[in-house]
């Protein structure tokens, strides 16, 4: 019989519902019931397409005996961490708190009856093995100490709230300096993995911000070592495996130093932010591949993972049971649909070693298909491709969440803006996206974080919504010089400062956890960092004080900026932004739209652009003009002039 959560919109929430686990949605209901029963609270952590919150539910939740004493002692909540994004941030920083280092998902959390947290982890396996504590054991644990009244642990729980509150913390404020860069690139060298690129050994995550922020400063600077970390990074990511050759696409994570064995699941961020980079890398470093990769993740995600002009969140790892499924290829199966659709036996066996498909297979006896680096794709790439996209279509896709989310929507949308600035086709395709996004979670005004498809939003907005939909509206605007876009940035950013800023800290909601917004970047680039993004724009293209609360973020969270740069790369990148200072171009609407092609080109990585009145093209800094040039050819030339005195 179902649970509570079978009433549920989200698809993670209604992959538990047939458990025997009697889980509550978070609810006042939840809180209550454990109040007047004296009961601890378990509060799970997941999202639907998690590889390892699939284990710990078939192990752990589907576990009859396990739920039986759950449900005896115990008031068990699911939480979704993409719709409440709040709730996971909040319960993240107790997993940091207690076990001095970063947690993750599924986030096992418990909680006294009134809800103060004192233990956490992540995955918990049924019982106790290789010297990690079972779920049975640790729950009768619990149950015995909550039961008992155990001094210490409602103690402990008092603690923790108490220095969670966030104005136990202290501010300190010290001077940012363009040497910053120095220390950035240092750090940034120290964590970087030379073989193969990124910024560690395994697991290996993209690092999208440290990878912009690099390449900016490889724009202002030159500086040779940050443009090995990049292009070495970018081209040995995208050659295969944590890449899909297939679809197209990233999936999260390698496990392997090689960028070859992935989690395979699929995030809306993850493709957004790569989309954006590998656009704006191929631009500046004339690289056609990169620019490739973009469009295919631009593709990819249209083919997949769109309707009605909306984005879902995720896809799956996991399809018929088991992770990959839907990804691999076993060699008799690709050698024999080669010879099928044509090609020589000899000519198959030579495309299957260049793929390094093999007999014995590099992922569990089958083939995650790849390319080793310098090889470029050879001429029968595609032919090839349209073989494996036939074998795919046989195979159960992994399941889709089809949620609607602001800020991952947003970061899509910023990634094909970037990418029209190479093929004004999606442009337009940006504009659609970002037009069906205000008509979804916009529907009267007031900005929503998600929603399931088709259903009617009822999660308000957080920080990180208000920060990455401002500046896909800007991006709007510097592609369509479309007034409406600019005025809509403001207004985001204008409720973003009455709601949830004070005196240069922002908060990432005030609800029922007063959370602080991350300037560090995890996942995907931390709301502080892309606030500021959002206000400096604003501050060069509509009115400078918004410069001035960009300024007054940079000073609160400075001294830990100036100490770890690295722990900070969106913040670092745009405090660097604020030293050196915006540029930006103003010309009448024509002229911009004509001179596009040649505003791309602009190495200072700086550079807006303004439709104005003016019959030619005024070069501008924050405080005044600098040039003003009759030709779309002089713009480029004149700002590389100017850069050697910023």
Same mark, same amino acid.
């Given at each position: 019989?179902?649970?509570?959560?079978?009433?549920?919109?989200?698809?993670?929430?209604?992959?538990?519902?047939?458990?025997?686990?009697?889980?509550?949605?978070?609810?006042?209901?939840?809180?209550?019931?454990?109040?007047?029963?004296?009961?601890?609270?378990?509060?799970?952590?997941?999202?639907?397409?998690?590889?390892?919150?699939?284990?710990?539910?078939?192990?752990?939740?589907?576990?009859?005996?396990?739920?039986?004493?759950?449900?005896?002692?115990?008031?068990?909540?699911?939480?979704?961490?993409?719709?409440?994004?709040?709730?996971?941030?909040?319960?993240?920083?107790?997993?940091?708190?207690?076990?001095?280092?970063?947690?993750?998902?599924?986030?096992?959390?418990?909680?006294?009856?009134?809800?103060?947290?004192?233990?956490?982890?992540?995955?918990?396996?049924?019982?106790?093995?290789?010297?990690?504590?079972?779920?049975?054991?640790?729950?009768?644990?619990?149950?015995?100490?909550?039961?008992?009244?155990?001094?210490?642990?409602?103690?402990?729980?008092?603690?923790?709230?108490?220095?969670?509150?966030?104005?136990?913390?202290?501010?300190?404020?010290?001077?940012?300096?363009?040497?910053?860069?120095?220390?950035?690139?240092?750090?940034?060298?120290?964590?970087?993995?030379?073989?193969?690129?990124?910024?560690?050994?395994?697991?290996?995550?993209?690092?999208?911000?440290?990878?912009?922020?690099?390449?900016?400063?490889?724009?202002?600077?030159?500086?040779?070592?940050?443009?090995?970390?990049?292009?070495?990074?970018?081209?040995?990511?995208?050659?295969?495996?944590?890449?899909?050759?297939?679809?197209?696409?990233?999936?999260?994570?390698?496990?392997?130093?090689?960028?070859?064995?992935?989690?395979?699941?699929?995030?809306?961020?993850?493709?957004?932010?790569?989309?954006?980079?590998?656009?704006?890398?191929?631009?500046?470093?004339?690289?056609?591949?990169?620019?490739?990769?973009?469009?295919?993740?631009? #593709?990819?995600?249209? @083919?997949?993972?769109? &309707? %009605? $002009?909306?984005?879902?969140?995720?896809? !799956? /790892?996991?399809? +018929?049971?088991?992770?990959?499924?839907?990804?691999?290829?076993?060699? #008799?199966?690709?050698? @024999?649909?080669?010879? &099928? %659709? $044509?090609?020589?036996?000899?000519?198959? !066996? /030579?495309?299957? +070693?260049?793929?390094?498909?093999?007999?014995?297979?590099?992922?569990?006896?089958?083939?995650?298909?790849?390319?080793? &680096?310098?090889?470029?794709?050879?001429?029968?790439?595609?032919?090839?491709?349209?073989?494996?996209?036939?074998?795919?279509?046989?195979?159960?896709?992994?399941?889709?969440?089809?949620?609607?989310?602001?800020?991952?929507?947003?970061?899509?949308?910023?990634?094909?803006?970037?990418?029209?600035?190479?093929?004004?086709?999606?442009?337009?395709?940006?504009?659609?996206?970002?037009?069906?996004?205000?008509?979804?979670?916009?529907?009267?005004?007031?900005?929503?974080?998600?929603?399931?498809?088709?259903?009617?939003?009822?999660?308000?907005?957080?920080?990180?919504?208000?920060?990455?939909?401002?500046?896909?509206?800007?991006?709007?605007?510097?592609?369509?010089?479309?007034?409406?876009?600019?005025?809509?940035?403001?207004?985001?950013?204008?409720?973003?400062?009455?709601?949830?800023?004070?005196?240069?800290?922002?908060?990432?909601?005030?609800?029922?956890?007063?959370?602080?917004?991350?300037?560090?970047?995890?996942?995907?680039?931390?709301?502080?960092?892309?606030?500021?993004?959002?206000?400096?724009?604003?501050?060069?293209?509509?009115?400078?004080?918004?410069?001035?609360?960009?300024?007054?973020?940079?000073?609160?969270?400075?001294?830990?900026?100036?100490?770890?740069?690295?722990?900070?790369?969106?913040?670092?990148?745009?405090?660097?932004?604020?030293?050196?200072?915006?540029?930006?171009?103003?010309?009448?609407?024509?002229?911009?739209?004509?001179?596009?092609?040649?505003?791309?080109?602009?190495?200072?990585?700086?550079?807006?652009?303004?439709?104005?009145?003016?019959?030619?093209?005024?070069?501008?800094?924050?405080?005044?003009?600098?040039?003003?040039?009759?030709?779309?050819?002089?713009?480029?030339?004149?700002?590389?002039?100017?850069?050697?005195?910023?």
């Amino acid at each position: 019989m179902p649970n509570r959560l079978a009433n549920e919109d989200s698809p993670y929430l209604q992959q538990h519902k047939n458990n025997p686990v009697d889980w509550y949605p978070w609810c006042d209901e939840a809180f209550a019931r454990a109040r007047d029963e004296k009961r601890p609270i378990f509060i799970s952590i997941g999202y639907s397409s998690c590889h390892w919150c699939h284990v710990m539910e078939h192990e752990v939740f589907e576990n009859e005996a396990i739920a039986a004493y759950l449900n005896e002692h115990f008031i068990s909540i699911k939480v979704d961490r993409e719709e409440r994004p709040d709730l996971d941030k909040y319960y993240q920083e107790v997993h940091q708190l207690l076990n001095r280092r970063a947690g993750g998902w599924p986030a096992s959390i418990f909680c006294t009856p009134d809800n103060k947290p004192f233990y956490a982890g992540t995955y918990i396996p049924p019982t106790t093995r290789d010297r990690m504590l079972g779920f049975t054991e640790l729950t009768e644990i619990i149950a015995t100490k909550v039961a008992e009244g155990d001094e210490k642990l409602f103690q402990n729980a008092d603690e923790i709230q108490n220095y969670l509150k966030p104005e136990a913390r202290p501010k300190e404020a010290t001077v940012l300096k363009p040497s910053l860069a120095t220390g950035f690139v240092k750090q940034a060298l120290h964590n970087f993995e030379s073989t193969h690129g990124g910024f560690s050994q395994q697991p290996k995550f993209p690092h999208t911000s440290t990878l912009n922020a690099l390449l900016d400063i490889v724009l202002l600077q030159n500086d040779a070592d940050a443009k090995k970390m990049v292009t070495q990074t970018l081209s040995t990511m995208h050659r295969g495996g944590m890449y899909d050759l297939v679809d197209g696409g990233f999936c999260r994570y390698s496990v392997d130093p090689e960028w070859l064995v992935p989690h395979f699941e699929k995030m809306t961020y993850d493709n957004g932010l790569l989309c954006e980079l590998y656009a704006r890398a191929g631009r500046m470093f004339g690289d056609a591949s990169y620019t490739r990769t973009a469009t295919e993740i631009a #593709d990819f995600m249209a @083919a997949k993972m769109q &309707e %009605d $002009g909306l984005f879902y969140s995720a896809s !799956d /790892a996991d399809s +018929e049971g088991e992770e990959g499924t839907y990804f691999i290829v076993a060699y #008799d199966v690709a050698r @024999a649909a080669l010879i &099928e %659709d $044509g090609f020589a036996e000899d000519d198959a !066996d /030579a495309i299957l +070693e260049t793929l390094h498909v093999t007999p014995g297979g590099n992922f569990e006896g089958r083939n995650i298909l790849w390319l080793s &680096e310098p090889v470029e794709r050879p001429e029968w790439f595609a032919p090839v491709r349209d073989v494996f996209l036939r074998l795919r279509t046989e195979r159960e896709y992994p399941f889709i969440d089809r949620k609607i989310q602001t800020s991952w929507n947003a970061m899509m949308i910023r990634g094909l803006f970037e990418l029209g600035k190479s093929d004004p086709t999606y442009i337009e395709k940006a504009v659609t996206a970002l037009k069906a996004l205000q008509g979804f979670l916009m529907p009267d005004g007031t900005l929503y974080h998600t929603a399931l498809i088709h259903s009617t939003p009822k999660i308000g907005a957080f920080l990180e919504d208000y920060a990455y939909l401002g500046t896909a509206f800007v991006k709007a605007y510097e592609a369509t010089y479309d007034e409406t876009y600019l005025m809509q940035a403001q207004q985001t950013a204008n409720r973003a400062l009455e709601t949830l800023y004070d005196s240069g800290r922002w908060y990432f909601v005030r609800g029922e956890f007063v959370t602080d917004a991350d300037p560090t970047d995890s996942s995907y680039p931390g709301s502080v960092g892309v606030m500021v993004d959002l206000l400096l724009s604003l501050g060069i293209l509509v009115e400078e004080k918004y410069r001035h609360f960009a300024f007054k973020t940079l000073e609160y969270y400075s001294a830990r900026l100036a100490k770890t740069p690295i722990y900070f790369p969106y913040l670092f990148n745009q405090a660097l932004r604020y030293l050196y200072e915006d540029l930006v171009v103003k010309a009448d609407a024509e002229r911009l739209a004509s001179a596009a092609g040649n505003i791309s080109t602009v190495t200072y990585p700086y550079v807006h652009v303004k439709a104005t009145d003016d019959n030619s093209y005024m070069l501008c800094g924050v405080q005044s003009c600098f040039a003003q040039l009759k030709s779309a050819d002089e713009i480029a030339p004149t700002i590389k002039e100017k850069l050697p005195a910023l």
